[in-house]
Nanobody, 125 residues
Framework: QLQLVESGGGLVQPGGSLRLSCQAS????????IGWFRQAPVREREGVSC????????NYADSVKGRFTISRDNAKNTVYLQMNSLKPEDTAIYYC??????????????????WGQGTQVTVSS
């Protein structure tokens, strides 16, 4: 059974960094594109970043370009989201999602059929 588990969230001061992990089980991660999404209170879920199954393609939302980096370690069945220069507006629940596609990815919520439960990120002084 395909499962995704996010971790690494927490409370961080503005300007700080966090690294989120998306641990996959029940499937071979290398065959799947992985996306990161976030949802802040009273806001719709938005796409943050994604990476293709082979890792050759990445996409980022304009709001995080230059600050966030997505990467994957297929041997560990894990995808990471390195978040630097965090801002209060980055506060949200962060979710990872998977779709069985190797060569592309898009940061569109409806494109991903499988989702994790989320991890809370709070940026506050």
């Amino acid at each position: 059974q395909l499962q995704l588990v996010e971790s690494g969230g927490g409370l961080v001061q503005p300007g700080g960094s966090l690294r989120l992990s998306c641990q996959a089980s029940g499937f071979t991660l290398g065959y799947y594109a992985i996306g990161w999404f976030r949802q802040a209170p009273v806001r719709e879920r938005e796409g943050v970043s994604c990476i293709s199954g082979r890792g050759g393609m990445t996409n980022y939302a304009d709001s995080v370009k230059g600050r966030f980096t997505i990467s994957r370690d297929n041997a560990k069945n894990t995808v990471y989201l390195q978040m630097n220069s965090l801002k209060p507006e980055d506060t949200a629940i962060y979710y990872c999602a998977a779709r069985m596609v190797q060569a592309m990815c898009i940061t569109t919520e409806g494109w991903f059929p499988s989702w994790g439960q989320g991890t809370q990120v709070t940026v506050s002084s």
